[in-house]
């Protein structure tokens, strides 16, 4: 979606070092949000921001950190990577909920 | 807690083919619900937004109805072709949770030429 950009596209990383994924966005929106996506398991909520410096825990926190200085963007970092955390990661954004969500064209991460 | 379920996980019909998938949800109060539309490898496509004032939301050949008191929503796609092959999603946002989003697994359409 022209909207909302995630970067990079793909990542292949090692065990044990940090990795940042970035989502930038040109809507203006308010709610950011960092989604994993697994076989068997469906989009699940990492962390989400309703505001600049704003930010709060999904269902499956662990092991990332989220940062949001500005309106446009949303950081996701991996702090220490694990291979269980390979994965493709959406981000997505909306207003207040009400327009609806539109999400990213999503990273592959490969952890090895 | 809410929960959303989709059914049937998979489904597989002739082109040109009415059909219908089912979603549905335990909590009534949600803000609003969405399908989404994802190709294999690719990201979510939005395709319908009904408000929780809304009956039913239409766009081209698909149209997404909601009960609230019944806790369902149906998508509707008439003359089914080939390229709508793709996994259906439906997701129910809820006011009180910072309009996070809650899941149902999917349905995986397949058209048959």
């Known amino acids: 979606d022209a909207g909302i950009t995630q970067s990079p596209r793909h990542k292949v990383t090692e065990t044990g070092t940090p990795v940042t994924l970035r989502c930038h966005q040109t809507?203006?929106?308010?709610?950011m949000y960092w989604y994993r996506q697994d076989p068997g398991h469906g989009l699940r909520l990492i962390h989400y921001s309703y505001g600049v410096k704003d930010t709060d825990k999904g269902e499956v926190s662990d092991g990332y950190s989220v940062s949001r200085s500005k309106t446009e963007d949303f950081l996701l970092t991996l702090e220490s990577a694990t291979s269980s955390q390979t994965s493709v990661y959406f981000c997505?954004?909306?207003?207040?909920?009400?327009?609806?969500?539109?999400f990213g064209s999503g990273t592959r991460l490969t952890v090895v | 807690k809410q929960e959303v379920t989709q059914i049937p996980a998979a489904l597989s019909v002739p082109e040109g083919e009415n059909l219908v998938l089912n979603c549905s949800f335990t909590d009534s109060a949600i803000y609003n619900l969405q399908w989404f539309r994802q190709d294999p490898g690719k990201g979510l496509t939005s395709l319908l937004l009904i408000q929780s004032s809304q009956r039913e939301q239409t766009s081209g050949r698909l149209n997404a109805s909601l009960d609230k008191s019944s806790g369902r929503s149906t998508l509707y796609i008439a003359a089914s072709q080939p390229g709508d092959s793709a996994t259906y999603l439906c997701?129910?946002?809820?006011?009180?949770?910072?309009?996070?989003?809650?899941w149902g697994a999917g349905t995986k359409l397949i058209i048959k030429p």
């Open positions: 997505a954004i909306s207003e207040r909920g009400r327009e609806g969500y539109t």
């Open positions: 809507e203006n929106h308010r709610y």
């Open positions: 997701a129910a946002s809820g006011a009180g949770s910072n309009y996070q989003l809650i």
